[in-house]
């Protein structure tokens, strides 16, 4: 009963008969989804602050910076591999990446763009998430995600000095569950905060140039 009233259900029903036990079912089962949601709301926005938190601290070197964003990615969406990855001439390799020895390993390589699941992020300029059989949409899942055994995908463009520079994205072999709405603002965060540094590298890079 206590999980009912933190649940919102707290107004005056009349129990009377079967209709009034319908009513009664369905209101109750409205309010514990209610509060279910608030939870998850809750734990999304304090795993935001994690992450968020990782982002701030860390190093200023660029390399060391994008490899301690993708750990702290991977550890907050608990998934095999967070990865960059750079797209040129449809051509798709991941640059940086923490996770598994197998998938770091197999991910090395460079792949037509069109074997991967990024390639429907990056056609549709935005954050993109598989679905429940792996697949995006009516496109099933990708080459690469048959051959390494993917169940799911979450990834979002990275854009540098208004030039696509790749994606941001995780797959895990095992997580069937969808992505919630706070995970898909946490990926395109941390590729914000990726874009933000790989421009200030570029900017250092060529002021070192003007002084050389």
Same mark, same amino acid.
């Given at each position: 009963?206590?999980?009912?009233?933190?649940?919102?259900?707290? *107004?005056?029903?009349?129990?009377?008969?079967?209709? @009034?036990?319908?009513?009664?079912?369905?209101?109750l089962?409205?309010?514990v989804?209610?509060?279910?949601?608030? +939870?998850?709301? @809750?734990?999304?926005?304090?795993?935001?602050?994690?992450?968020? @938190?990782?982002i701030?601290?860390?190093?200023?070197?660029?390399?060391?910076?994008? *490899?301690?964003?993708?750990?702290?990615?991977?550890d907050?969406?608990?998934?095999?591999?967070a990865?960059?990855a750079?797209?040129r001439d449809?051509?798709? &390799?991941?640059?940086?990446?923490?996770?598994t020895?197998t998938?770091c390993?197999?991910?090395?390589?460079t792949?037509?763009?069109?074997?991967?699941?990024?390639?429907?992020?990056?056609?549709?300029?935005?954050?993109?998430a598989?679905?429940?059989?792996?697949?995006?949409a009516?496109?099933?899942?990708?080459a690469?995600?048959?051959?390494?055994?993917? +169940?799911?995908?979450?990834?979002?463009p990275?854009?540098v @000095?208004?030039?696509l520079?790749?994606t941001l994205?995780?797959?895990?072999?095992?997580?069937r569950?969808?992505?919630?709405?706070?995970? &898909?603002?946490?990926?395109?965060?941390?590729?914000r905060?990726?874009a933000?540094?790989?421009?200030? *590298?570029?900017?250092?890079?060529?002021?070192?140039?003007e002084?050389?």
């Amino acid at each position: 009963m206590r999980a009912l009233f933190r649940a919102g259900a707290t *107004d005056h029903l009349p129990v009377a008969g079967a209709d @009034d036990h319908a009513a009664l079912a369905a209101r109750l089962e409205t309010a514990v989804e209610a509060y279910h949601e608030r +939870q998850r709301k @809750d734990r999304g926005a304090a795993t935001l602050r994690r992450l968020g @938190d990782a982002i701030a601290g860390a190093p200023t070197d660029v390399d060391a910076a994008i *490899d301690g964003v993708l750990e702290a990615v991977r550890d907050t969406y608990e998934v095999d591999y967070a990865g960059l990855a750079r797209i040129r001439d449809d051509e798709f &390799r991941f640059v940086a990446g923490r996770g598994t020895a197998t998938l770091c390993e197999s991910l090395a390589e460079t792949v037509p763009l069109e074997n991967t699941y990024c390639e429907t992020t990056v056609a549709e300029g935005r954050t993109v998430a598989s679905n429940a059989d792996g697949g995006i949409a009516d496109r099933g899942r990708p080459a690469i995600g048959r051959r390494l055994g993917l +169940q799911c995908y979450l990834g979002t463009p990275v854009s540098v @000095d208004g030039d696509l520079f790749g994606t941001l994205c995780v797959v895990d072999r095992s997580r069937r569950r969808g992505f919630a709405g706070w995970e &898909r603002t946490g990926i395109e965060v941390a590729a914000r905060w990726i874009a933000r540094e790989l421009e200030h *590298d570029r900017e250092k890079a060529r002021l070192r140039r003007e002084r050389d």
